[in-house]
Nanobody
Framework: QVQLVESGGGLVQAGGSLRLSCAAS????????MGWFRQAPGKEREFVAT????????YYAESVKGRFTISGANAKNTVYLQMNSLKPEDTAVYYC???????WGQGTRVTVSS
């Protein structure tokens, strides 16, 4: 089993920045990717970004390209999501996941005010 714990959410004004963290514990040697999804009120959960541990490859949703950056710290089993130029439409609960959804965190709320 792998446990994921997110942190770093909060309230920020439009145009501001936040950095989310997701720390993995447990059988972390079995994780090959980690990433982020988000779910806004009344909407489906959607993909945001993912990080491939083996070579550092990253993937992003079109809606966040150029504004969000995902990175990983192998020694800490942690991935980060740096979110810049935040928009009100980025408001959501952000969920960390590993291995394409085999494991999920509890989520951290991000609210962007206009």
């Amino acid at each position: 089993q792998v446990q994921l714990v997110e942190s770093g959410g909060g309230l920020v004004q439009a145009g501001g920045s936040l950095r989310l963290s997701c720390a993995a514990s447990g059988r972390t040697f079995s994780t090959y990717n980690m990433g982020w999804f988000r779910q806004a009120p009344g909407k489906e959960r959607e993909f945001v970004a993912t990080f491939i541990w083996s070579d550092g490859t990253t993937y992003y949703a079109e809606s966040v390209k150029g504004r969000f950056t995902i990175s990983g710290a192998n020694a800490k089993n942690t991935v980060y999501l740096q979110m810049n130029s935040l928009k009100p439409e980025d408001t959501a609960v952000y969920y960390c996941n590993a291995n394409n959804g085999d494991y999920w965190g509890q989520g951290t709320r991000v609210t962007v005010s206009s």
